[in-house]
């Protein structure tokens, strides 16, 4: 099993050795990838279980990839592409931890779970019609190195809680 702190170069067109885990720790894997291949992916069938603007993915083929912990959760969808995918989730942390097609398991691991994630370039991208339009402007907001920026204060009016139905 790689360490969490041990070095990945990150070389193009060579196989890497990776770790990853699920937000809570429950599931954990590893794989061996080829960092060349990390595709940044704007598709919106990726911004929703990402929670966020895109999902940075990486394909590790069925036979490189092996589950170490846990007994993740799956469901089938099709995609944006019309392609039927499997997703595969952690099923106490809800984090997506790979998807593939259905009847190919080679796993597209999402780059949220790989321990060494900051080490990989991003190389390509994928689906830009349906990218946000902020995310090419992110670097010039207002930022702070930890928690939320002293410069914005919600009015108490967005402060409340929600007037949540059930
Ligand atoms: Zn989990």
């Known amino acids: 099993m790689v360490q969490p702190t041990q070095p990945t170069k990150d070389i193009a067109g060579t196989r890497n050795e990776i770790h990853g885990r699920c937000h809570c720790g429950e599931i954990t894997f590893d794989a061996e990838v080829d960092p060349g291949a990390v595709n940044t992916r704007h598709c919106t069938d990726c911004q929703t279980p990402s929670g966020s603007a895109f999902r940075v993915n990486i394909p590790a083929p069925a036979e490189h990839f092996v589950l170490l912990s846990g007994t993740p959760e799956t469901y089938a969808k099709?995609?944006?592409s019309?392609?039927?995918?499997l997703h595969v989730f952690c099923g106490t942390?809800?984090?997506?931890i790979y998807a593939c097609a259905v009847d190919n398991r080679r796993a597209m691991v999402c780059g949220r779970t790989i321990t060494q994630r900051a080490l990989f370039s991003r190389r390509r991208q994928s689906w830009r019609r349906s990218a946000l339009r902020w995310v090419d402007s992110l670097a010039a907001v207002p930022a702070s190195e930890k928690g939320a920026t002293s410069q914005?204060?919600?009015?108490?009016?967005?402060?409340?809680?929600?007037?949540?139905?059930?």
């Open 78 to 80: 099709t995609a944006e």
């Open 93 to 96: 942390c809800a984090t997506p």
């Open 82 to 85: 019309c392609n039927k995918r």
């Open 152 to 166: 914005y204060r919600a009015p108490a009016s967005l402060r409340a809680p929600p007037p949540y139905r059930v």
